[in-house]
């Protein structure tokens, strides 16, 4: 049966200013807990190939956040690259569904990781229950459990029901994501944040951040994390190789990023793409982009700065307090750099 709900993302709104009794952003604090542990940073690096390796792992770590290892390498590749970071208590792993995710949770326990991320692209699944069963059996309450990705009510308490500590949202939005276009399936990113939001679990909003306006707007609409994958490809500490090219004389430096089932990906991992299978992803080539800090530190200034345009001292205080407008078309050109002239900074 056909019944066509509205579906928001954030483009489709803005946030009302509201009564601001803080004296300065610099006073709001942005720090989040997940299962007695304390981020100064609501932010977890994407478990992507093309973003999250050892060097993304210590910047994020040193700065308050949270990384996630991809886990497209073998479980001893796996166990070398996280013997490398520093910053192992806010670094999670990731694995997959069945006996290859349990051995790998395993090994990688064994050498210290204590944050297990089941990741999935349709995470509203039985072998994604029974693996995070199977994860709670084995290491109990030692491990943080992250599962996902849902977009629905019903998805993430589902996750939850199976003993996940914190539910990964986001199906198609992120930037090199063509799900939306294969098969037709996702939700609006601030309308399945919405709905997740229901569950007593911590939520990360997973895909579609491309401003720090859009990560207020996550955090607004109910998420404790956004992570980033776009946002913080071409910088220094992505893994890979800075690509040079030279354009009438001038240089120009860029390197890789890609979906994870993009072709090239699955080229690279999976021995090709099976005949059975389309790809649900893009590989493309980003401006190198200098050091990750200053992403983070351009990202936060917009948290903090939203974070008191209603008065919250916190991220519950954002959500309490947070009003969304729907904007229209005009709404939105208003609302983004309109003046006629050259871009110069
Ligand atoms: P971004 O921050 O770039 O908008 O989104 C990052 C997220 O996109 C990742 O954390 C992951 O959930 C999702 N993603 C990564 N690769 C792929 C892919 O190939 N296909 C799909 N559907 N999603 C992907």
Redesign the pocket.
């Known amino acids: 049966m056909f019944s066509a709900l509205k579906g928001l993302t954030f483009d489709d709104v803005v946030l009302v200013p509201g009564y601001n009794g803080i004296k300065s952003r610099q006073l709001v604090t942005t720090a989040v807990s997940l299962k007695g542990r304390e981020f100064s940073l609501p932010l977890i690096s994407?478990?992507?190939d093309t973003i999250s390796e050892d060097a993304m792992a210590n910047a994020i770590g040193s700065l308050g956040g949270m990384s996630i290892l991809h886990r497209f390498l073998t479980i001893d590749q796996n166990v070398t690259l996280f013997n490398k970071i520093q910053f192992k208590d806010s670094t999670g792993i990731s694995i997959g569904i069945g006996e290859d995710g349990l051995l790998r949770a395993e090994a990688l326990v064994a050498a210290g990781a204590s944050i297990v991320c089941v990741d999935v692209?349709h995470g509203h699944s039985k072998e994604v229950n029974r693996t995070i069963k199977a994860l709670r059996q084995k290491f109990a309450d030692n491990i943080l459990i992250i599962a996902g990705?849902v977009a629905t009510y019903a998805g993430a308490d589902y996750l939850a029901a199976a003993g996940a500590d914190a539910i990964?949202v986001?199906?198609?939005?992120?930037?090199?994501?063509?799900?939306r276009v294969k098969t037709g399936f996702g939700v609006p990113q601030l309308t399945a944040l919405h709905d997740c939001r229901q569950v007593d679990r911590v939520l990360i909003s997973?895909?579609?951040?491309?401003f720090p306006s859009d990560a207020v707007k996550a955090l607004a609409a109910g998420a404790d994390f956004v992570?980033?994958?776009?946002?913080l490809?071409g910088t220094n500490e992505t893994p890979g190789q800075v690509l040079e090219e030279v354009r009438e004389g001038k240089k120009y430096h860029f390197k890789r990023f890609?979906?994870?089932?993009?072709k090239e990906?699955q080229d690279d991992f999976m021995g090709g793409m099976a005949d059975w299978k389309t790809?649900?992803?893009?590989a493309i080539e980003v401006p190198a982009r200098g050091p990750v800090k200053d992403v983070i530190q351009d990202l936060m200034g917009g948290i903090r700065s939203g974070m008191t345009y209603c008065g919250a001292a916190t991220i519950k205080d954002l959500q309490r307090k947070a009003q969304f407008l729907e904007v229209t078309q005009a709404g939105r050109i208003e609302g983004s750099p309109h003046a006629i002239g050259r871009l110069t900074h």
């Not at 890609?258 to 993009?262: C, F, K, V």
Request: with cysteine; glycine share 24%; net charge positive.
């Open positions: 994407s478990n992507m692209a990705n990964k986001g199906i198609g939005s992120g930037s090199v994501c063509t799900t997973d895909g579609g951040i491309r992570m980033l994958g776009g946002m490809a890609r979906g994870m089932a993009s990906a790809a649900e992803g893009v």
